[in-house]
């Protein structure tokens, strides 16, 4: 499976930019889909994520500025992020659980990131 992300990019403080994170190979059913970002010298932290069924999770520092979502029948999942900040930079990897037959593992997968650059 490869996860192939795009729409990164730099922006002024108070700009918005949508990252979209498209599927492809082997998938039965694509679980969990989500968002995480590591900036430089930190830790990688979840941004965000949803469901198949579409129930989300926010990381605090980004809750009414960023949304998620995920189109099923196209295997992408997408992050609409507005009200950026400087601290906003980072690189933002795309992540899936991905089951590739029925009954079978789900087996986690990322994608090689794209870089968020916030200017003040």
């Known amino acids: 499976v490869q996860l192939v992300e795009s729409g990164g990019g730099l922006v002024q403080a108070g700009g918005s930019l949508r990252l979209s994170c498209a599927a492809s190979g082997s998938i039965f059913s694509m679980n969990v889909m989500g968002w995480y970002r590591q900036a430089p010298g930190k830790q990688r932290v979840l941004v965000a994520d949803?469901?198949?069924?579409?129930?989300?999770n926010y990381a605090d520092s980004v809750k009414g500025r960023f949304t998620i979502s995920r189109d099923n029948a196209e295997n992408t999942v997408y992050l609409q992020m507005n009200s950026l900040k400087p601290e906003d930079t980072a690189v933002y990897y795309c992540t899936a659980d991905v089951t590739h037959q029925a009954m079978g593992a789900t087996i986690g997968y990322w994608g090689q990131g794209t870089q968020v650059t916030v200017s003040s």
């Open positions: 949803i469901t198949t069924d579409g129930s989300t």
